[in-house]
């Protein structure tokens, strides 16, 4: 079957860094997608990755091996707007999105 | 660019009525559209995808008599809810790509439906 997994709640400091790791199983692979959602809000794009290696957007970056079958969000300088629930999402050979059940952050003072 | 309404954005209705969600691509033609439902703390739940002209493709469970979707256009989707109860108490969200691949999906900000 398919499946995505990724922790349920994870806790950090204002400044520091956190890693969220996903980790995946689809009928094949055409990418993998992380979102930030807010409470009571729709996701929001946070990164796409498709090839192997890390990509880097400002304070976040996200990496994949396609090997393993893992992906993780890092997001640096932390800030208590990061606080919200973080989805990873793979795309499989059918461009059909599974989904995780989202990792909640959150960030203390 | 690549915004996506929905409206309304919170519905309250009564036990048995009818509820029509629209889903709007403001800035760009939508070759695709995608209806979710997200229950409290749970991840999205894909519904059905939607093509302009065709009929919607459901997903497993998910009642087609019960949802109805028209793609009437490139830049708009309706969702229907149609003789709702308690149960379909939840925040719909849609979302749509443009261009041939499946790549990043632009959604909209949701809808928060209330059956009484």
């Known amino acids: 079957g398919q499946n995505i997994d990724q922790p349920t709640e994870m806790t950090a400091t204002e400044g520091a860094i956190v890693q969220i790791n996903c980790t995946y199983q689809?009928?094949?692979?055409?990418?993998l997608f992380w979102y930030q959602q807010h409470a009571g809000e729709a996701p929001t794009f946070l990164s796409y990755?498709?090839l192997d290696g890390l990509e880097e957007k400002g304070r976040f970056s996200s990496f994949l091996s396609r090997s393993k079958g893992y992906s993780y969000l890092l997001l640096k300088e932390l800030q208590m707007k990061d606080s919200a629930s973080y989805l990873c999402a793979a795309l499989d050979s059918n461009y059909q999105l599974i989904w995780g059940a989202g990792t909640k952050l959150i960030i203390k003072p | 660019g690549a915004v996506v309404s929905q409206h309304p954005s919170r519905v309250i209705c009564k036990s048995g009525t009818s509820v029509k969600i629209e889903c709007r691509s403001l800035d760009f033609q939508a070759t695709t559209m995608f209806w979710y439902r997200q229950f409290p703390k749970k991840s999205l739940m894909l519904m059905a995808t939607s093509n302009e002209g065709s009929k919607a493709t459901y997903e497993q469970g998910v009642e087609k008599d019960k949802f109805l979707i028209n793609h009437a256009s490139l830049t708009l989707s309706t969702l229907t809810v149609t003789s709702a109860h308690p149960e379909d108490s939840s925040f719909y969200i849609c979302?749509?790509?443009?261009?041939?691949?499946?790549?990043?999906?632009?959604f909209g900000p949701g809808t928060r439906l209330t059956v009484l």
């Open positions: 689809t009928s094949g692979f055409n990418g």
């Open positions: 990755n498709v």
């Open positions: 979302s749509a790509t443009r261009g041939e691949l499946y790549n990043e999906q632009f």
